[in-house]
């Protein structure tokens, strides 16, 4: 077991969560609600609440694919480290996605709490949350 997923999963980080599975498809259709707001206001010039919301629309694709195993985060960190843990080591998930998911979330927390974004970090983020949203439907059989 991956080491930094056993201290998640210690510090009770990430806790066993059985009503995750039932919570699968609303994640994932909260992810790609949250998408097309990131695209609308990257439209709009809106930087700053695409970049947050393209990160958002990463989230809750993540969160719907680790909720699928049963498992719930207690921190975005630790998310990222079952994404890694779960999917990344266990070959379904290409790890450019993982890093993608930390470049969205490092980019969030500089548009949310240090007021710097810009129209190219905007564009990766919404960039990457497309192609993640894809990825975890694919692996959890669910169309659009």
Not at 19 to 39: H, N, P, T
Not at 98 to 124: I, P, T, W
């Amino acid at each position: 077991m991956n080491q930094e997923f056993k201290q998640c999963l210690e510090s009770k980080k990430i806790v066993s969560f059985a009503r995750g599975k039932k919570l699968v498809k609303k994640e994932l259709s909260a992810a790609r609600s949250d998408l097309a707001d990131a695209q609308a206001g990257y439209g709009s010039e809106h930087y700053k609440w695409s970049t947050i919301q393209g990160y958002y629309a990463m989230f809750h694709a993540a969160r719907a694919l680790v909720y699928s195993l049963g498992y719930r985060e207690k921190s975005h960190y630790c998310l990222a480290v079952a994404l890694r843990a779960l999917f990344v080591d266990e070959g379904k998930i290409d790890a450019q996605l993982a890093r993608d998911f930390l470049n969205a979330m490092n980019l969030r927390q500089a548009a949310d709490y240090e007021a710097e974004f810009s129209q190219s970090g905007a564009k990766a983020v919404i960039a990457s949350a497309d192609k993640f949203i894809e990825k975890a439907a694919a692996i959890l059989d669910i169309s659009k």
